[in-house]
């Protein structure tokens, strides 16, 4: 069996009985980084042989995984925080295990944008998930195809480039498009910041931007799509 395992996006409460115990039965644990990883275990108090399993590996390594699973082994996949898979590696020895006749497991738990888009006050019934945008190459293009998106956009975005995506978004959504930015959630220092794409903007221009961050953006309306 293989299982996806979810872990805290900050607090360490938000983990499940049942991972913890998914996390202590597993032959090998798969681990983003195995140090990130190494410290969770440590806290519960898990002891099991862990494997580096990373973006930069894991097409080498996938094959010889699939083979152990194939063999009888049980193996989980965390990330360094949330549900792997969801902008973290995952997808690939998921897809390669299944593809093999291996059952799958997905436990239920955290992952930063669900709580993020709830509390962002923007309607949460249909959403588009974009992750985090391309960093140069197709990013703009990207931006100008979601510019008409009915559905609320969920993106993520690394402290250092929130303004600048901030920015992008102004210019290619407008200024007045509602948005929220949610950083740290989960963590002590979480913050939701509510208005427009201007005023969260200027918010981050005046407040250095600190912490992981979800950007929603309100999906374009009538006036918006001209």
Excluded: W
């Amino acid at each position: 069996m293989l299982y996806i395992v979810p872990t805290p996006v900050g607090n360490l409460e938000d983990i499940t009985m049942r991972a913890l115990r998914i996390l202590k039965e597993a032959d090998l644990i798969l681990a983003e980084d195995t140090r990130t990883s190494g410290q969770l275990l440590k806290h519960f108090d898990i002891h099991r042989p862990m494997l580096s399993y990373h973006k930069f590996n894991e097409h080498q390594t996938v094959a010889r995984i699939v083979e152990r699973l194939q063999a009888g082994e049980n193996i989980a996949v965390v990330s360094d925080a949330g549900t792997p898979g969801i902008s973290d590696p995952g997808f690939l020895v998921a897809r390669e295990a299944a593809r093999a006749g291996v059952e799958v497991s997905c436990l239920p738990g955290a992952t930063a944008f669900v709580p993020a888009l709830v509390v962002s006050g923007l309607p949460c019934d249909k959403f588009c998930f974009e992750g985090f945008l391309p960093q140069k190459k197709g990013r703009q293009t990207r931006l100008t195809q979601l510019a008409a998106e009915p559905r609320t956009i969920v993106f993520y975005e690394s402290p250092h480039r929130v303004v600048k995506a901030l920015t992008q978004f102004v210019e290619t959504f407008g200024g007045e498009r509602p948005a929220a930015a949610c950083r740290e959630i989960s963590k002590v220092h979480e913050e939701i910041i509510r208005g427009t794409l201007n005023d969260i903007l200027a918010h981050f221009i005046e407040h250095e931007p600190r912490g992981e961050f979800v950007l929603i953006v309100g999906g374009a309306g009538k006036d918006d799509k001209g």
